[in-house]
């Protein structure tokens, strides 16, 4: 049986990437990602060819209009006043030297340390726009990750955290775990997600087949957005991937019409296949 690809979810850091680098090298590129394909490598490069026939991904649309979705919304909680970002399970994220930042913003990116050496080493002659800080952590342990949590909530009172392609790959208990301990810090202002159909969950690991059995996806609440509701979360931002991709023209041609139709109910998606990109918030 020949070798899968995706080795761990790491890896999965090195796929996005190289979607972005396929972006970038549009003369339409709905953003501007230079680091994107040396960070990637041609493993990354591999993974995104092999995934784009699999999984059906074709030139990458769900990864790419969700980053764009995801740059909105960073911008949007820094306009309304957000003085640091948590990025949890950054990966090979580079939102700190190509958004349009202030300087006085405080960014700390949480990952394994493998992938944050691995970007660390591509980037080290690179500036970042914000204040950039690193924590290498395993999100998967509850102790240090409620240690960092105390440490960011101290010293700063509005923050955004963003769980990009986290979610999906977390035990529901975790999941649940997680929504929670961040509802619980009052400075954790924001919170930008997303959240997947089960439906999308059996399309993907149909199309993947084996390739994703070291980073398998598990989390896929079947209510939806009030998996997030019913913990207090506020739904501040909401956009459907589908349709998102379609008015951004990354969606295959042959795919927009089905964007005419109504979307899966967010609170009830049952099997079909539906994908939103949330900015969360709280009371106040």
């Known amino acids: 049986m020949t070798e899968a690809l995706i080795r761990n979810v790491s890896d999965t850091a090195r796929w996005v990437a190289a979607y972005r680098a396929w972006e970038s090298s549009r003369s339409d590129a709905l953003f501007q990602d230079t680091f994107a394909a040396d960070l990637a ?62 300087e006085s913003l405080v960014w700390i990116e949480a990952d394994l340390p493998e992938i944050l050496e691995h970007k660390g080493s591509i980037l080290q002659d690179e500036s970042p726009r914000c204040q950039l800080q690193r924590r290498a952590i395993d999100l ?23 769980s990009e392609g986290l979610l999906v790959y977390l035990e529901p208990e975790t999941a649940f775990a997680l929504s929670q301990e961040l509802r619980s810090r009052d400075s954790f202002r924001w919170w930008v997600t997303e959240v997947a159909s089960p439906g ?57 019409p089905f964007a005419m139709l109504p979307d899966a109910d967010p609170r009830n998606p049952g099997q079909r296949p539906y994908t939103a990109v949330l900015r969360l918030g709280r009371d106040g």
């Open 41 to 102: 490598g041609e493993r990354g490069q591999q993974i995104a060819r092999m995934m784009s026939r699999r999984g059906g991904l074709g030139n990458g649309w769900p990864i790419i209009t969700r980053t764009k979705i995801m740059d909105d919304y960073v911008n949007a909680s820094v306009a309304d006043g957000c003085g640091c970002v948590l990025n949890l399970a950054a990966g090979l994220d580079t939102r700190p030297y190509r958004l349009e930042l202030p």
């Open 140 to 162: 998967s342990d509850a102790g240090a990750r409620s240690g960092l949590f105390d440490e960011v909530a101290s010293s700063a009172s509005r923050v955004l955290v963003i």
């Open 200 to 256: 999308i969950l059996t399309r993907m690991q149909r199309g993947a087949g084996g390739q994703m059995a070291s980073a398998p996806m598990k989390f896929a609440p079947s209510n939806g957005i009030a998996f997030f509701e019913e913990q207090g979360w506020m739904v501040r931002n909401l956009r459907s991937l589908f349709k998102e991709g379609a008015r951004l023209k990354r969606v295959p041609w042959f795919m927009r």
